[in-house]
């Protein structure tokens, strides 16, 4: 073979293998999570005036160990959010109950609104229960949402919660995960009004 032919075939060989992903593989993300710290928020019969829902509305923030809010409210630093906006709750139950929680749009208690990405004057936003994950290359930074699966409470004692995630995403994704430390509960039932837009933390970290 002389040296014309074999660079033709080299660059070839090149081309194939950028084609089957070898210089460009697929980011794989972490599925299996350690969430060390997070919050619950109480918001009340949150839905009662809008549907008649008359169970209460919890939403959890879990996060991963070098994922920080600064003093503007915003996420710094890499990791990942697992945010479940609408956990219901028993009518009578103000935090985080012990039990198994499915990912449905019944508002029962023990269940979870599944995440969607909702419109609203042309801008598309998550809505529901999600997952972030902030990479140090910023373009490899993404949200999934959660369409089904389950979340399992158990109180280690008075304080401390444990609590396993076993989710799959819109795109199939398993993501499981697990949180074993204290849960601070917020009120907000009184902050937010029946008709008002809960303040979520912005998805683009600043």
Known sequence: MNKLNFLLVSFVILLASCGRGVLNPQIVYETNPQY???YAEYFGAYYKSENGNKNNVLSVSLFTDSLKINNLGNLTGL???LFLEDVFQSPTAVFLQEGTYTINNSGLPFTIAPGKNDTVDDAVYPIGAYISYYEYNAANSTLKTISNGSLAVSLVNDSTYNIV????????TVLKGSFTAQLPHIDQSIATTKSGIRKKLPYTRN
């Open 79 to 81: 990791g990942q959010y």
């Open 165 to 172: 995630c076993n989710f799959k995403t819109s795109d199939s």
């Open 36 to 38: 060390t710290w997070g």
